[in-house]
């Protein structure tokens, strides 16, 4: 059985760090586009950062040059480094896995196939 596990939300002040995790199992990911979208109340579910197998990354402008993705194959599992955070960053966050490794609409949610279940991040001002 396929499982992403989110971890490492949480409450923290403007302006604060906190990285996110999320362990991949059931199956190796190594060759798959991973990424992070996150949904705020009453708003859609937003892209937030997607790396390929190479580990090139791409980043919503919103999070450009504060949050960093990297991944560690070997323990299956991707890394959301988020430094300078803001109140609009508040959001559940989500995992997701595609099984293309060639997806080139990496900000399309649609285009993933596979989901952890959330991990709440909270930024007070």
């Known amino acids: 059985q396929v499982q992403l596990v989110d971890s490492g939300g949480g409450l923290v002040q403007a302006g604060g760090s906190l990285r996110l995790s999320c362990a991949a199992s059931g199956r190796t990911f190594s060759g798959s586009v991973m990424g992070w979208f996150r949904q705020a109340p009453g708003k859609e579910r937003e892209f937030v950062a997607a790396i390929r197998w190479t580990s090139s990354t791409h980043y919503a402008d919103s999070v450009k040059g504060r949050f960093t993705l990297s991944r560690d194959n070997a323990k299956n599992t991707v890394y959301l480094q988020m430094n300078s955070l803001k109140p609009g960053d508040t959001a559940i966050y989500y995992c997701?896995?595609?099984?293309?490794?060639?997806?080139?609409?990496?900000?399309?949610?649609?285009?993933?196939?596979?989901w952890g279940q959330g991990t709440q991040v909270t930024v007070s001002s």
């Open positions: 997701a896995a595609s099984l293309s490794s060639g997806l080139l609409e990496v900000g399309n949610r649609n285009k993933y196939n596979y």
